[in-house]
């Protein structure tokens, strides 16, 4: 049963209380599958996303665990890094890696993209992977990586093309890598992720694993902290 908590608009919802599935070499949470993609097959508990934004998941690789090889096509495919490391395959920047808290961004556009995301070792890691459906369609396929510094926030998908170095969108995602103390604002409108640390937000208790939205205020880590914001440009 999935279960959100309300403080007047504020919303969360609990990644554990959502089933725990899987494929291939991962286990996962599924929080974001927007009706507009995923329809009647969406997950139950799952909430829609907000702009081009459609699907989140928290995912934990076996050791030594794959996704396989497999394409997409005319989506933008966000991973980013919360424990461990992975090797990445495919048919951008192949043979590349990503360490904790590294971003790495594919455009599939028209002509698409092939990949296989690889844990080399044997332990368990963790990466998180969105989904934003393009403005445009025909668009070639690219590739961007990205490191977010701890005490500062960094756009890593979407905005102006003056401010990103990723992508230029409406839709945006940013990661606030805060340190004890620091603060960061919630996007208007739009969805907050902690994927690792706890943090507080107008006196509520924001812990690992929790999808905030219809929040206002400042959020503030208890501890250090990586969220990720998810807004529109307005």
Request: proline fraction near 5%.
């Amino acid at each position: 049963m999935t279960s959100a908590a309300n403080t007047a608009q504020l919303e969360i919802l609990h990644r554990d209380d959502l089933h725990e599935g899987g494929f291939a070499g991962l286990r996962e949470h599924r929080l974001v599958m927007d009706r507009r993609a995923w329809g009647l097959h969406a997950g139950p508990g799952t909430w829609n996303g907000v702009g081009n934004f459609i699907y989140l998941a928290d995912a934990r690789f076996n050791p030594k665990g794959d996704t396989r090889l497999h394409p997409h096509h005319e989506i933008d495919v966000i991973s980013i890094m919360v424990d461990g490391r992975i090797h990445h395959e495919g048919s951008l920047e192949h043979g590349g890696a990503l360490e904790a808290f590294d971003v790495q961004v594919q455009r599939a556009g028209g002509e698409g993209f092939t990949h296989n995301e690889v844990n080399p070792d044997e332990t368990r890691n963790r990466m998180l992977q969105l989904w934003v459906l393009p403005e445009e369609e025909g668009q070639p396929a690219g590739y961007k990586k990205l490191t977010p510094a701890w005490g500062g926030i960094t756009r890593v998908y979407g905005g102006n093309a003056a401010e990103t170095g990723s992508f230029p969108a409406r839709t945006f995602i940013d990661v606030a890598m805060l340190k004890a103390g620091q603060q960061a604002a919630p996007p208007p409108g739009g969805l907050v992720y902690m994927s690792k640390g706890k943090a507080r937000l107008n006196g509520n208790a924001l812990n690992e694993g929790d999808l905030i939205r219809g929040a206002a205020g400042t959020i503030t880590a208890d501890a250090d902290s990586q969220i990720v914001l998810v807004g529109e440009l307005t």
